[in-house]
């Protein structure tokens, strides 16, 4: 009897993902093949544009030059015009200053729901409220969220920051998210600042992304059939390590939950007995990817393929002002992408 694969549906990249990713690769494709600049790179991006160290890695290829800092770009470069691009987790103030500061032509690939977050902090700030926001320490998403306002925005990771929080019965509050995490995720830190500040406010409107928590209703539903279940994604993914999570909270006691970059570090033994493997991916992995793992998995005998979610994403940003009109900007030539349920 044929071993049976259930894909998640959605799954891979979100609106925010190919955004990005697309900014880069306009550049790469309009300034590279023209040498505008010849001894200089196409681009220069700030950070990993995506959490996916295939993606990093396939437009490092291709003449793209990532750094940690700004202060990494030769001011020469910058005399020249190559432009710099900052990731779809965005950055703070400060980062921005020095970009300005430098003259350095910015294509700000930020993901915009990221952005609202952003000027909801600069909006809340204005209006006297602390700003509590639940995120992971570190995350390149939180860096440039608390730095709009450092002194009145902070973070809480986790139950235990939040009882460590204190203010005064008068002190106006609003509660707001990193994107990337989940409802299920912060229910019991939420349940914890509203027990201790029972007046804490919440924006209008949810934080978090649509893309993350439809991947998460989505791979509970596939943990739930499946014996085992395999995530494709980045150990600094924040999307990714949870989507891993999640499935191993709705597996039967036995199951197991992987997260993995590529097949090549699928072990066969993984599994051994299992009659259903459950496949997802984050918010930033190519579909290549997870065709791999089904490719391996048909090979070990899972070859009966079926589908489980079924939300269906509509959502597109525009590209970023300063690519608007280029060719190849329009999203259509996007190389990886994840439009529906397909192996």
Request: charged fraction near 25%; aromatic fraction near 6%; include cysteine.
């Amino acid at each position: 009897m044929a071993g049976r694969i259930i894909l998640a549906d959605p799954r891979g990249f979100c609106a925010g993902v190919d955004r990005a990713i697309l900014a880069v690769r306009t550049i790469l494709s309009s300034e590279a093949e023209h040498a505008m600049r010849p001894g200089f790179p196409p681009v220069f991006v700030r950070r990993q544009i995506v959490h996916n160290r295939h993606v990093v890695e396939d437009l490092a290829s291709q003449g793209a030059v990532f750094v940690d800092e700004l202060a990494q770009i030769p001011q020469d470069a910058v005399d020249a015009g190559v432009p710099v691009v900052f990731s779809a987790h965005g950055v703070s103030p400060v980062v921005q200053e020095e970009a300005r500061r430098r003259g350095m032509r910015i294509i700000d690939a930020t993901c915009p729901l990221v952005s609202k977050v952003h000027r909801e902090v600069l909006r809340f700030v204005r209006e006297g409220y602390e700003i509590v926001y639940i995120g992971h320490h570190g995350h390149d998403e939180a860096v440039g969220v608390i730095g709009e306002a450092p002194e009145r925005v902070h973070l809480v990771d986790g139950i235990e920051d939040a009882r460590a929080l204190e203010f005064a019965p008068d002190q106006r509050l609003v509660l707001l998210t990193q994107t990337t995490l989940s409802v299920d995720e912060t229910a019991d830190v939420v349940a914890a600042l509203k027990a201790r500040f029972p007046w804490i406010e919440e924006p209008p409107s949810s934080d978090i992304c649509y893309a993350t928590q439809n991947r998460q209703t989505a791979v509970k539903q596939v943990a739930g059939q499946s014996d085992c279940v395999v995530i494709v994604g980045s150990a600094n993914s924040s999307n990714s390590v949870r989507l891993m999570e999640v499935a191993q909270q709705e597996l039967p006691p036995a199951g197991r939950a992987y997260r993995i970059d590529d097949a090549s570090e699928m072990s066969r033994e993984w599994f051994a007995g299992a009659h259903t493997v459950g496949v997802s991916s984050g918010a930033s992995v190519p579909e290549e990817l997870v065709s791999g793992v089904v490719a391996a998995l048909e090979r070990w005998g899972f070859t009966d393929v079926e589908y489980a979610g079924g939300i269906k994403e509509t959502v597109h940003f525009v590209m970023p002002s300063a690519l608007r009109g280029r060719s190849g900007a329009s999203g259509a030539d996007v190389r990886w992408r994840s439009s529906g349920p397909r192996a």
